[in-house]
């Protein structure tokens, strides 16, 4: 759970660095990730989506690539970042809060979130609202850092808490902000525990899905029918 006007400072600040410092600190492997999530959502064959937290549109261009025919919306709190978005062709775009969705009950056929989640105020509260934006029998799908088991967990650690602070400080100007990242990533749920949490917020079938040995993983489920509100 995070502090929302703390999180808008860090992406506003580090905006027109966020995608160069991401694909040098994940060695390039976010665009295997979100190709993964992308092929994964492509299965499902909706016709709305909605891409919340973002950001600067990577998601959006990897589902467009594998669903051409998808109207994809893309929303997120921070202008500043959107704006790398619009500047990537991206247009369809909506300055809302994960927490407060300025969509209709039932618009969506997809809720995508991709590293997004992990930043939100109340994560019980931003999955509610995904599941309520979404049609029944339709499909969520969550992208973000997980904690691999040990004997892996230890250098991983020491890579998020020393390296990455430092070489991201050293890309984006804003060290505090990788800082928190680390500290981000320790606290949020992974594996059956987002499971848990996704089941107990309107959804059906969590799964949780490791890759590269745990530090990412991809939640997907479905909108059962019984509305999460009631
Ligand atoms: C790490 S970036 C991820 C961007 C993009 N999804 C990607 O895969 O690169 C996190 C994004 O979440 C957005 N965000 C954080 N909290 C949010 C909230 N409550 N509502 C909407 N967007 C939020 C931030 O503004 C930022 O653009």
């Known amino acids: 759970m995070q502090n929302p006007a703390k999180v808008r400072g ?3 600040s580090i905006a027109g660095r966020y995608d160069v410092a991401n694909h040098v600190l994940c060695g390039g492997l976010d665009f295997l990730w979100r190709a993964r999530a992308a092929r994964m959502v492509a299965a499902w064959q909706p016709r709305d989506i909605l891409d919340l937290a973002t950001g600067s549109g990577d998601l959006v261009l990897a589902m467009q690539r594998a669903l051409p025919q998808a109207r994809i919306v893309g929303a997120d709190f921070c202008l500043p970042m959107l704006k790398m978005a619009a500047r990537k062709g991206l247009r369809s775009l909506v300055v809302a809060d994960g927490t407060r969705l300025p969509f209709a009950d039932r618009s969506f056929d997809a809720v995508t979130v991709a590293f ?3 930043n ?3 994560w019980p509260r931003a999955l509610r609202e995904m599941c309520r934006v979404l049609r029944e029998g339709g499909h969520l799908l969550v992208l973000d850092f997980s904690m691999p088991r040990q004997p892996f967990a230890a250098i ?3 890579y998020l808490h020393r390296v990455l602070p430092l070489a991201a400080g050293l890309i984006t100007g804003n060290r505090s902000g990788y800082e928190y990242l680390g500290e981000s990533i320790e606290a949020f749920p992974s594996g059956a525990s987002m499971c848990r949490l996704i089941g107990d917020s ?5 799964r949780a899905i490791p890759l590269a040995a745990g ?3 991809i939640y997907t489920a479905e909108k059962s029918g019984d509305d999460p509100r009631s």
Not at 202 to 206: D, E, I, K, N, V
């Open 156 to 158: 991983y650690r020491f």
């Open 202 to 206: 309107g959804f059906r079938a969590p």
């Open 116 to 118: 997004g989640l992990r």
């Open 10 to 12: 860090i992406f506003s």
């Open 215 to 217: 530090i990412v993983s």
């Open 120 to 122: 939100m105020e109340s």
